[in-house]
């Protein structure tokens, strides 16, 4: 079936944006080139029904106000730089400090908010699955970063209910990339209230501990005897107010896991597997990334979401594939989670969202 798109709304600046539907006959998936965002996923659950089970809004006026990063392709450097400033090759770069002196998903001018470029377009035959792919010249200094960046991300509905993410950005010189999607799960339906029933499990032994202001700290820390021990499912509510070590009034995850295996090979490997308690959708996260932050949103508060729906705290959950938070300030994590690309060296990731 090809790809079929229709207009999706106006900014304020101008920008006349489209949404673009992938289906394979099963599942529906919606992305616009506003911010190359992904705005809904429409999959089948256990009682004949098609819930749409990604958080968003309805009209393009409001992803160019998307505060919360709804669905958001977000770069050049997803979650946070300390200090907003990093050295490479001897000089110093300074970024927008947009959150308690840091630099959070790049700070300024965020790609999820800017118009992207639609770089093909491919409907579904016998050979290959429908997919969008979308474009963005990101030129040298764009929000503070060096060198310019032609990035390429394509959004891709498989035949098995597989909605695959590729990412690609070459540098025209050293520089930081660290690409994710924000998108925030609900797999009962977006308008379903609280995913705090939702049963999670990562497939992760360590994670990297963070300050007050969620910066690693350079460790990388067992998952065991804490509420982030998710290697067996768990309802996510029940990880809250155990009152371990640590963890005094653990309320909310915000944090990065490091996915099991070294991740060198460049194959996607298992992530997490996240199950909506009432409506028995199983979605499982494949990536080649070695990190995988986990967002349980307490303080989402959008009163004008799709459909007229309002979300409040922890109305979804963000699975983010990535580099580990920092990582150009901690040169003794992994190499697999260095975020300087060169030309020789062009940033390449994918990520698999399957359903069942």
């Known amino acids: 079936m090809p790809v079929t ?9 101008g920008f006349r944006a489209r949404l673009f539907l992938l289906s394979n006959g099963s599942m529906t998936v919606g992305v616009t080139d506003l911010g190359a965002c992904l705005v809904s996923c429409r999959v089948p659950d256990g009682h004949g029904n098609s819930p749409d089970v990604v958080l968003g809004f309805d009209n393009a006026t409001r992803y160019a106000d998307n505060i919360m990063t709804m669905g958001g392709l977000v770069g050049r450097v997803a979650n946070r730089i300390a200090g907003a400033r990093f050295q490479l090759a001897s000089r110093t770069y300074s970024l927008t400090a947009n959150l308690q002196g840091n630099c959070l998903h790049g700070g300024r001018d965020m790609w999820f908010q800017r118009p992207w470029a639609v770089d093909a377009i491919c409907g579904e035959t016998d050979d290959a699955a429908a997919s969008v792919t979308f474009a963005l010249a990101s030129p040298d200094g764009d929000q503070g970063f060096p060198g310019n960046l032609d990035v390429r991300v394509t959004y891709e509905l498989g035949k098995a209910n597989e ?3 590729r990412y690609r950005a070459v540098p025209s010189e050293p520089t930081l990339v660290n690409l994710t999607c924000h998108a925030y799960w609900n797999l009962n339906g977006h308008a379903s209230g609280s995913a705090l029933d939702h049963e999670l499990c990562v497939r992760a032994s360590r994670y990297t501990p963070t300050d007050a202001y969620l910066i690693p700290t ?4 067992s998952v065991a005897g804490t509420p982030l021990d998710l290697r067996e499912p768990h309802r996510i509510g029940s990880q809250f107010g155990a009152g371990l070590p640590g963890f005094e009034g653990f309320d909310n995850f915000d944090h990065n896991f490091v996915l099991d295996g070294d991740g060198a090979d460049g194959a996607e490997r298992p992530a997490s597997t996240l199950v909506g308690d009432k409506s028995g959708v199983r979605m499982r996260v494949l990536t080649t990334a070695p990190g995988l932050q986990v967002y349980t949103a307490s303080g989402l508060n959008e009163g004008h979401g799709k459909d007229g729906a309002a979300y409040g705290p922890y109305a979804g959950v963000a699975l983010e594939t990535q580099l580990f938070p920092d990582a150009v300030h901690h040169p003794e994590f ?9 030309p020789d060296r062009p940033f390449a990731s994918t990520t698999t969202f399957s359903f069942e």
Do not use: K, Y
């Open 334 to 342: 992994p190499q697999v989670t260095n975020p300087v690309f060169t």
């Open 5 to 13: 798109s229709i207009p999706f709304g106006t900014t304020p600046s």
């Open 218 to 221: 350079g460790e990388l820390a």
């Open 163 to 165: 909605l695959r993410v």
